[in-house]
């Protein structure tokens, strides 16, 4: 099993910047991979920002220029810096994580419980 515990969320005005953080424990063999998801009232869960098979990170097209998914191996965590902060970006955040293969999912994947960011006009 793997745990998954989100920090950083709070309250921000528009323009302000916040650092979610993500540690991973437990059986970390388990999952190779680790990205951010976002859920705001009314509206489906999306991918906020991840790791590719490449190596390199993607983003939704809203966040793109704003946010930076970042890790630090040594302590299996993953960050997400939210820099010039919306309104639109209000939401309740969830570190994910799982093991892929060239893509392929294997075996389980985890959640986080989500820390809430509220982003004020």
């Known amino acids: 099993q793997v745990q998954l515990v989100e920090s950083g969320g709070g309250l921000v005005q528009a323009g302000g910047s916040l650092r979610l953080s993500c540690t991973a424990s437990g059986n970390i063999f388990s999952i190779n991979n680790m990205g951010w998801y976002r859920q705001a009232p009314g509206k489906q869960r999306e991918l906020v920002a991840t790791f590719t098979s490449g190596g390199s990170t993607d983003y939704t097209d809203s966040v793109k220029g704003r946010f930076t998914i970042s890790r630090d191996n040594a302590k299996n965590t993953v960050y997400l810096q939210m820099n010039s902060l919306k309104p639109e970006d209000t939401a309740v955040y969830y570190c994910?994580?799982?093991?892929?293969?060239?893509?392929?999912?294997?075996?389980?994947?985890?959640w986080g419980q989500g820390t809430q960011v509220t982003v004020s006009s």
């Open positions: 994910h994580a799982d093991r892929r293969i060239r893509s392929v999912l294997l075996g389980n994947d985890y």
